[in-house]
């Protein structure tokens, strides 16, 4: 079997079980913008660490414009050797300029000849050729283009060389003539969606004689290269796990809960705006790193500011776990990062941190970050498999729209997926408007079936004794059944 060569890129490498198996033909094709010069290089100076010759090839750009693209990142491509084709005429002689022959085909023989002769001298392990659709432009037929093709093919091959061939598809977007010949397709692409940054995938359309990741992959590109996130695959990080109560510190609500919460459990706090969905959840954050159990709080619609002053306000002193690395605040922007690097980071914070509570607040940021709402669906799906895999307590907040009665809805039905749903709403008494908690889903454990009234003081949160005065509660339209109102502000 081929040794395979590292891409210099660790996600990408993953995606291709190790990497490219050597002296191969490797097609990388994209729209201009799609991030091939800086994968290419990438590629080419991993090659120089390993101690390797490498070669890049130009038709369109010079070596002072490929220069200011390395600098921008950052690199030194000093030992990178490059040939400049774009220049070829200055190497063309001048009786070559008379001929009865096609000119394309005089250009094509030129270029190929000092190709191949400047090959032949250096010798590199690794090539990059950028692009071939000057080539294809040269060949003028599509015959004559594969012709010219194969013979790359068949030359490199000679020369136990690895060669990446990159294609802008300007000018022909729908050919598979190369696609046919090379080894590997790896499809670049950006998205341009109505708001927000665009929006880098790959996928490798095939990849001969290798098992690698299929499907589409996130990728930015940043100062020092592009980062590739591999698609989540929850089978892949499959582990031992051990059982666990993660309980929230508040007495009522434990007991509502049946003990707690389990770990590797998903739990869905669902309800309307200002109900203390957010300061439920990050109530067992919180408790977990008090215990010394290591949180993180991705926070989609709140500043991390304005979390510290409100949990702050009901007894949560959160900055010293911040403090002391027990408890991570991410603030997220939907329409910045896109749900492969999102789910990157979770799985950064578990496998390298130890984060053994993960808080997503809320599932309605997550959902706008995703072009379809099946796809959320799916990679929730997968998030939270892997999450319980690990043995993660894992907190999610979706907030209805509407504030009570039938005028509330929710964006997307999740309740499925979770183990646990937890439901938080309004509810009228003695003209003072006052909030209730209830569980109506727990998988792993027996709850109460009672809803009970939620308080928060500068104490803490406070779970009351159920309210059984009332009923409507949770469809949002309670009415009054039980004691006179000033009986029952005596009992609160």
Not at 51 to 75: D, M, N, P, Q, T
Not at 428 to 447: C, F, L, N, P
Request: with cysteine; aromatic share 6%; net charge neutral.
């Amino acid at each position: 079997m081929a040794k395979k060569l590292n891409t210099g890129i660790s996600g990408l490498d993953d995606i291709l079980s190790g990497g490219l198996p050597e002296n191969r033909l490797y097609l990388m094709q994209g729209e201009p913008g799609t991030g091939k010069t800086t994968l290419a290089f990438q590629f080419l100076l991993e090659g120089i660490k390993q101690g390797e010759k490498c070669l890049y090839i130009s038709f369109s750009e010079s070596r002072e414009e490929l220069e200011s693209v390395a600098l921008s990142h950052g690199w030194d491509i000093g030992a990178l050797d490059m040939l400049e084709l774009g220049s070829i005429e200055d190497q063309l002689k001048p009786e070559a300029q008379n001929t009865v022959f096609y000119p394309s085909e005089v250009e094509m023989n030129q270029t190929t000849t000092v190709l191949y002769a400047e090959v032949e001298r250096i010798k590199p392990n690794r090539i990059v050729f950028d692009s071939i659709s000057e080539m294809r432009m040269l060949a003028e037929s599509s015959l004559r283009y594969r012709r010219q093709m194969l013979a790359l093919k068949q030359f490199f091959s000679k020369q136990q060389c690895t060669v990446l061939l990159l294609d802008d598809l300007t000018t022909s977007p729908k050919d598979l003539q190369v696609q046919s010949i090379v080894h590997g397709v790896i499809n670049l692409q950006k998205l341009h969606p109505e708001f927000g940054n665009e929006r880098r995938r790959l996928h490798i359309v095939k990849l001969r004689g290798i098992d690698f990741v299929g499907g589409y992959h996130d990728y930015i590109i940043k100062r020092g290269g592009v980062e590739v996130f591999p698609r989540m695959i929850s089978s892949s990080h499959q582990t031992k796990r051990t059982n666990k109560k993660f309980s929230s510190s508040v007495k009522g609500l434990d007991k509502l809960l049946g003990g707690g919460i389990d770990s590797g459990t998903s739990t869905l706090f669902l309800g309307p705006a200002g109900t203390g969905k957010s300061t439920l959840s990050i109530q067992y954050a919180y408790a977990a790193a008090e215990r010394g159990d290591k949180s993180i709080v991705f926070a989609f619609e709140e500043s991390i500011e304005t979390l510290l002053m409100r949990t702050s306000a009901v007894g949560m002193n959160i900055q010293k776990h911040l403090d002391s690395k027990m408890m991570r605040i991410s603030k997220i922007d939907p329409a910045q990062l896109s749900p492969g690097e999102f789910a990157d980071q979770i799985r950064r914070a578990v496998l390298i941190d130890g984060c053994k509570v993960v808080l997503i607040d809320s599932l309605n940021g997550y959902l706008h970050a995703m072009p379809q709402e099946q796809f959320l669906t799916l990679q929730l799906h997968e998030l939270l498999t892997f999450l319980s895999s690990q043995g993660v307590a894992t907190l999610m907040v979706l907030a209805q729209q509407g504030m009570m009665g039938h005028l509330m809805n929710t964006p997307i039905d999740l309740t499925y997926l979770a183990d646990t749903v937890v439901i938080t709403r309004y509810f009228e008494s003695s003209g003072t408007v006052r909030k209730a908690v209830s569980v109506i889903k727990q998988r792993t454990a027996a709850h109460e079936s009672t809803i009970r009234e939620l308080t928060f003081t500068k104490e803490g949160l406070e779970v009351g004794q159920p309210l059984t005065e009332f009923i409507g509660v949770l469809s949002g339209s309670p009415e009054f059944v039980g004691l006179n109102e000033k009986e029952l502000n005596k009992n609160v």
